[in-house]
């Protein structure tokens, strides 16, 4: 599966975005999706992720409360909605595929990534 995260862009710090992650000829009801973002310089880190069946969802402490995870299964995409985004959430936005239940923030653990959106928060 390869999936395509889009609606990055510039924004002020205390503004919100959505940005979408969608997959080509695949259905994503068949994976748990994850959002992982990468600043300049550091390592790509988890986000959020859905459950692709109970739609439980898992969110980094950095960003608990401000952001939410959510998908539609009739439109075959996954969300993200940040609210109050900070200078620190800076940072090209990926989502990612696994079958994996556990370990949640593992990159190592997710496939099918796309080549991200970029995300740039001004303060």
């Known amino acids: 599966v390869q999936l395509q995260a889009s609606g990055g862009g510039l924004v002020q710090a205390g503004d919100s975005l959505r940005l979408s992650c969608t997959a080509s000829?695949?259905?994503?009801?068949?994976?748990?999706v994850g959002w992982f973002r990468q600043a300049p310089g550091k390592e790509r880190e988890f986000v959020a992720r859905?459950?692709?069946?109970?739609?439980?969802?898992s969110y980094a402490d950095s960003v608990k409360g401000r952001f939410a995870i959510s998908k539609s299964n009739i439109k075959n995409t996954v969300w993200l909605q940040m609210n109050n985004l900070k200078p620190e959430d800076t940072a090209v936005y990926y989502c990612?595929?696994?079958?994996?239940?556990?370990?949640?923030?593992?990159?190592?653990?997710?496939?099918?990534w796309g080549q991200g959106t970029l995300v740039t928060v001004s303060s």
């Open positions: 000829g695949r259905t994503l009801t068949n994976y748990h």
């Open positions: 990612a595929a696994t079958t994996v239940v556990g370990y949640v923030a593992e990159v190592n653990n997710y496939y099918g």
């Open positions: 859905i459950h692709r069946s109970n739609g439980a969802t």
